[in-house]
């Protein structure tokens, strides 16, 4: 099946630093989102980004579905970007359409 | 904003016991799914469905079944629960097509 892998896998920033996420992903997929889970446990989707560059604020993600990969760019990180930050990749199956998720980068921004 | 809801934020169980848990969206959506959570292993898919009545096996379904009566609501049941089951369950809207997923806030399940 697809494979989807995030790097790092953990990361710690000193606040105010920057820092870039990555996303890759081994076969042509329908879309790819990205989300944060809090340290409650909440997943928020960040961005819905099958191809090009989008930007929130802070955030700014990136995906180039011919290379199979997107980034995720945080700028000015502060404290409450700490969480767990997960790539998904959606897709059509003959027996079924999914979203696939990777192990997820682990962020702690230090104040 | 779209709401999903699912019944307990923390539950305990026992080795054995059959255990419910309840997802309900305000979103009209088709597609409804649950996942469980592992650390390292990211978000896995225990089962889907696609309307009323109707499901399909996810990529981790044993030991899980489901249960979809009306469209609002989509229930993951535990047959005999045990420990390897202990996780953090999450279920969620959409997604895999051109749509955004939704979660909700996900169910910390130990069994004990």
């Known amino acids: 099946g697809i494979q989807v892998e995030q790097s790092p896998p953990d990361l710690i920033l000193q606040e105010g630093a920057n820092s870039t996420l990555r996303c890759n992903f081994s076969d042509s997929v329908n879309n790819l989102q990205w989300f944060h889970q809090n340290p409650w446990g909440q997943l928020i989707n960040l961005f819905y980004?099958?191809?090009g560059t989008k930007q929130n604020g802070r955030l700014s993600a990136t995906t180039v579905a011919t290379e199979r990969y997107s980034s995720l760019y945080i700028s000015s990180s502060q404290t409450t970007d700490s969480g767990v930050y997960f790539c998904?990749?959606?897709?059509?199956?003959?027996?079924?359409?999914?979203?696939?998720f990777g192990a997820g980068t682990i962020l702690r921004v230090k104040s | 904003d779209v709401k999903v809801t699912q019944s307990s934020r923390y539950l305990v169980k026992r080795t054995g016991e059959k255990v419910f848990l309840e997802c309900v969206q305000d979103m009209d959506h088709e597609n409804m799914f649950w996942y469980r959570q592992d650390p390292g292993l990211g978000l896995r898919l225990i089962y889907f469905s696609y309307d009323v009545k109707m499901k399909e096996k996810g990529d981790i379904p044993e030991g899980y079944s489901v249960s979809r009566e009306k469209k609002e609501r989509f229930s993951l049941i535990l047959e005999s629960a045990s420990t390897n089951q202990t996780s953090m369950y999450l279920c969620a809207l959409g997604g895999w097509d051109t749509t955004e997923a939704f979660f909700g806030q996900g169910t910390r399940l130990t069994v004990v």
């Open positions: 998904a990749v959606g897709f059509n199956m003959e027996y079924g359409n999914k979203l696939v």
């Open positions: 980004i099958p191809s």
